[in-house]
Structures are given as C-alpha cells and as structure tokens.
C-alpha cells in the first residue's frame, strides 16, 4: 500500500528555517507529481506547491513564493520542502500528498494519498 510520511516539522522562531521531508513507500515516487499543503488553525488546507515527475516543473503559492523550494530524490524515495524567512503565519499542519496522473493540480482532490502531517510552529 502506498504511504506517505512526513518529518522535520517543529518549532523555530521567525526567521529562521525547517526541511521538511516526506518519504514514500508502496509505490515509485517518479510515478506522481507531489504536492505539499498546509492547514493553519480555522483555516482551510491550502496548497503549498508541487513538483512534477522529474523534478522539472515546480510550482508555489505567492505567500512562500521566494522563501520555500521543493525538491526530490526519486531513487530515496523522498521529497523536501525547504522554508526558509519563516513567518508566524506559516503555523501550520503540512502535509505531503501524491498525484497518480499527468494533472499538475493545486486542488486538493486531484491527489490521491496523502501524509498524517507534521506541526510547524513558528514563534514572533
């Protein structure tokens, strides 16, 4: 069965920096596009951004644009997402979750399975 776990999620003051990694397993990461989201408190889940099969084409929200980068490692099978110039208003849970098609989609019902989150807690 195909499983999606995510780390590296914790607390870190404004300014500062997190990886995040979610590694998949039951499955070969090259086959999905992978997508990271996020739900802060009484918020909505709301994308993050994706990254294609090969790593090629990457995609972000304006609010983490220039500050978080996606990355992959198909042969570990591993994604990262990288957060840098971390604010208070990315307190979130994030979650890692895989696409099965070719759709590049920042809709959260295009993807087909999905991590249990990891909390980041970003402090003032």
């Known amino acids: 069965q195909v499983q999606l776990v995510e780390s590296g999620g914790g607390l870190v003051q404004a300014g500062g920096s997190l990886r995040l990694s979610c590694v998949v397993s039951?499955?070969?990461?090259?086959?999905?596009?992978m997508g990271w989201f996020r739900q802060a408190p009484g918020k909505a889940r709301e994308i993050v951004g994706y990254?294609?099969?090969?790593?090629?084409?990457?995609y972000y929200a304006d609010s983490v644009k220039g500050r978080f980068t996606i990355s992959r490692d198909n042969n570990k099978n591993t994604v990262y997402l990288q957060m840098n110039s971390l604010k208070p208003e990315d307190t979130a849970v994030y979650y890692c979750?895989?696409?099965?098609?070719?759709?590049?989609?920042?809709?959260?019902?295009?993807?087909?399975?999905w991590g249990q989150g990891t909390q980041v807690t970003v402090s003032p």
């Open positions: 979750a895989a696409d099965r098609t070719f759709i590049l989609s920042t809709t959260q019902s295009a993807y087909d399975y």
């Open positions: 039951g499955g070969t990461l090259s086959r999905y596009t």
């Open positions: 990254i294609n099969r090969n790593g090629g084409i990457t």
